[in-house]
């Protein structure tokens, strides 16, 4: 099975937040979308589909198929699962099922794509990067499948990678029709990062000091300037070169009540991806030798609260 066709069937692994929306978006442009979750959330979604609520899509409910597991071959599975979450979802993505399937994580973090390619061919894995606020409500699985998208944009940037450009442009074009700004890059690293040097000071911080962006701008902006700018020289020591001016402007593209996915984990007694995300961004500093010490000590801080 190839993306020939104007509708691709997409398989969703984590219909979360995210994953969520994605679903219902793509299912409203006329996709066959199949949602991969435990059985009650896929219960849920068979019987109810999925209820968004959005400043800028609307507010809709989408028909979804839902099963625990992918049974048969699709176009494009699009991973939206948390990175703590990942070994344990993979397992419902069996890579006999996928066929030839274009396999699109949109984790945080900047080295899963590695652990990927490991599991599946690494010529149909493409990574992307989403730029969105979307939360699914009573994420324990009780009443129906609510996600609140609360952000005036949805973007995605989608890396060719290893994978064939043509099909990855199908994907972005599918994206884009059902809503999302999607467009396609061959330099994955710079990917990766310029949302990394975005991600990190806004999760580190917002869940450091449990507060929303707007209070993390002001009463918090010299950690938060400190921040972007160690992040920018960790991406730059990488080979992607990040503006640190660019990355605290998008901070104002935000609604001041926004949270981070990870503090709203801290909040909800989850588990945190701070290893995807600090821990990382410690790691490739620590191998090329970039001094970072407001990460450094704000990952410490959150480790020491039990995080």
């Known amino acids: ?37 435990r059985r009650a959330t896929a219960d849920t979604l068979r019987n109810s589909g999925i209820e968004v609520h959005s ?12 099963d625990t ?14 990175q703590t979450a990942l070994d ?21 973090g900047v080295e899963h794509p590695a652990a990927l390619r490991a599991r599946y061919r690494p010529d149909r894995v493409a990574p992307g990067v989403i730029r969105v606020e979307s939360t699914r409500l009573a994420p324990d699985g009780t009443g129906p499948h609510v996600i609140e998208h609360g952000s005036p944009f949805a973007e995605i940037d989608l890396a060719a990678g290893t994978a064939l450009r043509s099909r990855v442009e199908t994907l972005a074009d599918a994206l884009s029709a059902a809503g999302v700004t999607a467009g396609v890059t061959e330099d ?44 920018a020289e960790v991406s730059r020591a990488c080979g992607a070169p ?17 949270k981070s996915s990870m503090q709203r984990d801290a909040e909800a007694g989850r ?32 480790r020491a609260a039990g995080h």
């Open 242 to 258: 990040v503006d640190p001016a660019q990355a605290l402007a998008r901070y104002d593209a935000f609604p001041a009540d926004a």
């Open 55 to 66: 400043r800028r899509f609307g507010d809709f409910t989408a028909v979804v198929e839902a």
């Open 271 to 302: 588990p945190l991806e701070l290893d995807a995300i600090g821990g990382a961004l410690l790691r490739a500093a620590d191998r090329h030798g970039v001094s970072v010490p407001v990460t450094t000590r704000l990952v410490r801080e959150l």
């Open 188 to 231: 994955e690293t710079t990917a990766l990062w310029a949302k990394m040097a975005f991600l990190a000071p806004f999760a580190l911080l917002t869940t450091r000091h449990g507060a929303p962006l707007g209070e993390v701008r002001t009463r918090h902006h010299q950690d938060l300037e400190k921040l972007v700018t160690e992040t």
């Open 1 to 37: 099975m190839t993306l020939t066709t104007s509708k691709p069937t997409v398989a969703i692994l984590g219909p979360g937040g995210v994953g969520g929306l994605l679903a219902a978006l793509l299912s409203r442009s006329g996709h066959r979308v199949i949602c991969l979750a």
């Open 88 to 108: 344990t979802a993979l397992t419902r993505v069996p890579p006999a099922a996928l066929g030839d399937a274009l396999v699109v994580p949109l984790l945080n």
């Open 69 to 82: 597991e992918l049974r048969e071959p699709v176009d494009v599975c699009l991973i939206t699962v948390k």
